[in-house]
């Protein structure tokens, strides 16, 4: 596995966010919000963003159509939630790889068939833990 930051350091602030945000919707990925943010800063993407595609996809784990996948993530199957949020992680930091950097500039190769909505529901969503 090579990581882009091997010595990341996470702002527990942000940690808490996260938390704070998932749990006030009771959603089971709450308790992952430290797994959420690290894997966030390993592959540098923003730490809302993983998060964010969670709730609105699956109200942040509550309603998967395949295990532990809180995604939509291309009918993958995850073993544990941590796998489904590293290799969703990895997956988004190839967007930022290629200079796409927010949900906008993701969304027409990430979901195009809802490609504006979704964008305008993620970002919504990030803007929101951000402000917890």
Excluded: H
């Amino acid at each position: 596995e090579n990581k882009v930051n091997p010595e990341p350091t996470i702002d527990p602030k942000q940690i808490e966010q996260v938390r704070k945000y998932l749990s006030k919707r009771n959603a089971p990925l709450a308790e992952y919000a430290d797994v959420l943010v690290t894997a966030a800063y390993e592959y540098g993407i923003d730490y809302r963003l993983v998060a964010a595609i969670s709730v609105i996809e699956s109200g942040g784990g509550k309603n998967c159509f395949r295990p532990y996948n809180a995604w939509g993530w291309g009918g993958m199957t995850f073993e544990s939630w941590e796998d489904g949020i590293y290799t969703v992680t990895k997956g988004l930091s190839k967007y930022y790889a290629r200079g796409a950097t927010t949900p906008a500039l993701i969304a027409p190769s990430y979901c195009p068939p809802s490609a504006d909505s979704w964008a305008r529901k993620v970002q919504y969503v990030m803007n929101q833990i951000a402000s917890n």
